[in-house]
């Protein structure tokens, strides 16, 4: 089964606060690829980034970073010193090898930062 | 350049009409997909072309969807007599040749269709 899981349905910070999102994903492949989309209020989603399964070095971006780890089947998304822009739907994804560009996407983490 | 534009950006109909949503790819991307989105819902699989045809339709919920798309250009998705089930955001993502695990999936801005 190809699945992901994201378990916080809401999250409210402080502006300036970290916040992190969970992503837990399941799958029977050994090649995959994870992404993390925004979808800010106007609605479109916007790509923030791509991981492949072999890749499990962490990733930072500015204040975003992204932390892989194959032996809990996560790809959690960190925001350091968060601001109003960064309130938006975020969504996790996956899309294993074999399933001819099949995306499975989790259900959202919907984030406010508050002023 | 231009994005995927989704066209109308909002629909509203009666039930049991049938409507039809189109979307324009970016110039050069093969794959095309359709998702729908239930307010405050995550993304719900609809199908995917490659091209012209649809390898994988297991999305669509009913025999009511359906969905074509014109050579590697426009796709339109058509719901015939629409149930306000149907109310939703229908979002339209396209990826280039190299294949989407290469390259993301480039959205529009949805459809927001509203059955009375």
């Known amino acids: 089964a190809q699945k992901v899981t994201q378990a916080q349905t809401e999250i409210s910070v402080v502006e300036k606060e970290d916040v992190t999102l969970d992503c837990v994903y399941e799958t029977r492949d050994t090649t995959y690829y994870l992404f993390w989309y925004k979808q800010p209020p106007s609605g479109e989603l916007v790509f923030l980034i791509r991981?492949?399964?072999?890749?499990?070095q962490n990733e930072i971006s500015g204040r975003y970073s992204w932390n892989f780890q194959k032996s809990t089947s996560s790809f959690n998304f960190t925001i350091t010193a968060s601001q109003v822009v960064d309130s938006a739907v975020y969504f996790c994804?996956?899309?294993?090898?074999?399933?001819?560009?099949?995306?499975?996407f989790g259900t959202g983490t919907s984030l406010t930062v508050i002023p | 350049g231009a994005g995927v534009s989704q066209s109308p950006s909002n629909k509203v109909t009666e039930k049991g009409k049938d409507v039809e949503l189109r979307c324009d790819p970016i110039?050069?991307?093969?794959?095309l997909y359709w998702y729908r989105q239930r307010l405050g819902q995550g993304l719900e699989f609809l199908i995917y072309?490659?091209?012209?045809?649809?390898?994988?339709k297991s999305g669509l919920p009913s025999d009511r969807f359906s969905a074509e798309r014109t050579g590697e250009s426009v796709s339109t998705l058509t719901i015939q007599r629409t149930q306000q089930e149907d109310s939703a955001v229908y979002l339209c993502?396209?990826?280039?040749?190299?294949?989407?695990?290469?390259?993301?999936?480039?959205f529009g801005n949805g459809t927001r269709l509203t059955v009375t």
């Open positions: 072309f490659q091209g012209n045809s649809a390898p994988d």
């Open positions: 993502a396209s990826s280039p040749p190299t294949g989407a695990r290469n390259s993301p999936l480039h």
């Open positions: 994804a996956l899309t294993p090898s074999n399933t001819g560009n099949q995306f499975y």
């Open positions: 991981r492949n399964s072999f890749d499990e």
């Open positions: 110039s050069g991307h093969t794959a």
